[in-house]
């Protein structure tokens, strides 16, 4: 265990029962359409999007063509914090968020004064499952000399509770920030990433136990076995992944990083320790590059989202046009909870604004682009 850290076990929910699991979620997802129900349901979404004055975002790991249509229609494939962002600056009334609840939940914080409307509200994620407020208020309680830093991928009500939010490519400029201030880290969710950024930082964290149920499966013994197959494949890892992959990374990085590692890199082959949706955004920067999906293994050898994140998967094209048609699946927040949630990703924007101000060009361009150009979490 790297000196400064705590690891402070937790009771995390049983991915096998209940109402938000895994199993639940995959057959919540529906099945494909066929080519003639595809194109009816585009157009309805075309259609129904200028008629509400509404935008349509949608993350990295939905499906292609809702992907495809968001950009088609002038709205934006990005991640959680850069969706919102883009919602907020929009001049629409509504903003229809294809991804999971805590996104919803940001463009909810961002704009308040807008509509916020999602496919399946019951898409979740396993990080903001697994980190209960209540559960967090108590956890939080037994340290209050600490600086209290959550990831991106909690709910509002977490928010709330936090000093600092960061995304994976800024959290660990902040942390090393705090780190230098003499300050003591809680950190929650993702063990994963918090191990990750305390090795780096050398930053003393008492870590929540939580993971993603997509990135806890990637394997490092199977990953070393691929690379062997593929020597002259890069590996981009994403920093929710086991140390025993992150380790083996060539490129380690948030979603947008590693989008953009595809194209900077003369690499022709990629192994991807990520979500699977982001290999299509993958294929169009870079047509004619190989992108192979890094090795999963779970429970008895089996995978429970094959690098695919099931709750992603509950979003589809029907269910974008029937919240534009009838108005569902509508994201509340109450008023003073997003006032205070707001607080603690003001301070990260701040921070990243400030960076960039205080930033001069060095010899280096292609490195300070790479530290500078992107603040997304997932």
């Not at 585009?42 to 949608?58: H, M």
């Not at 959680?80 to 509504?94: I, P, V, Y």
């Not at 979740?124 to 407020?133: E, I, V, Y």
């Not at 780096?200 to 939580?210: H, I, P």
Request: hydrophobic share 40%; with cysteine.
């Amino acid at each position: 265990m790297p000196s400064g850290t705590r690891i402070v076990e937790f009771d995390r929910p049983d991915m096998a029962v209940g109402t938000h699991t895994v199993a639940e979620a995959w057959a919540r997802v529906n099945p494909p359409l066929s080519p003639q129900e595809r194109e009816f349901q585009k157009d309805r979404i075309r259609r129904l999007l200028k008629s509400r004055n509404a935008v349509l975002v949608a993350h990295y790991y939905v499906d292609a063509d809702i992907q495809d249509l968001a950009e088609e229609t002038g709205g934006c494939v990005s991640d959680s914090l850069e969706m919102a962002r883009f919602g907020r600056d929009h001049a629409a009334d509504t903003l229809v968020v294809s991804g999971v609840r805590f996104m919803g939940e940001t463009a909810k914080i961002l704009s308040p004064e807008k509509r916020i409307l999602m496919p399946d509200l019951d898409a979740t994620c396993s990080l903001d499952l697994g980190c209960d407020p209540v559960a967090f208020a108590a956890f939080r309680a037994q340290y209050p000399d600490r600086t209290v830093v959550v990831y991106a991928n909690t709910s509002a009500a977490v928010k709330a509770q936090a000093d600092w939010m960061v995304t994976s490519s800024i959290g660990l400029d902040i942390v090393s920030e705090l780190h230098r201030q003499g300050k003591k880290i809680l950190w929650a969710p993702d063990r994963h990433l918090g191990s990750y950024i305390q090795r780096e930082t050398g930053a003393d964290m008492v870590l929540w136990q939580g993971s993603c149920t997509v990135h806890d499966e990637f394997k490092g013994l199977e990953l070393d076995l691929m690379r062997k197959e593929h020597p002259d494949a890069l590996v981009l890892v994403h920093p929710e992944s086991p140390a025993s992959v992150v380790a083996q990374a060539d490129v380690v990085g948030s979603t947008s990083r590693l989008l953009a590692a595809v194209t900077e890199s003369p690499a022709t082959t990629f192994i991807v320790a990520t979500d699977q949706g982001l290999l299509h955004k993958m294929r169009l920067a870079a047509p004619g590059k190989t992108f192979i999906a890094a090795p999963t293994a779970g429970e008895s050898a089996t995978c429970k989202s094959c690098a695919h994140c099931p709750w992603m998967a509950m979003n589809s094209l029907k269910g974008v046009a029937d919240a534009l048609e009838f108005g569902t699946n509508e994201v509340r927040l109450d008023p003073a909870l997003g006032r205070q949630a707001k607080i603690c990703i003001d301070r990260m924007l701040d921070f990243a604004a400030a960076r960039r101000r205080n930033t001069r060009p060095g010899p280096d361009l292609a490195q300070e682009q790479a530290l500078f150009s992107g603040i997304g979490p997932a």
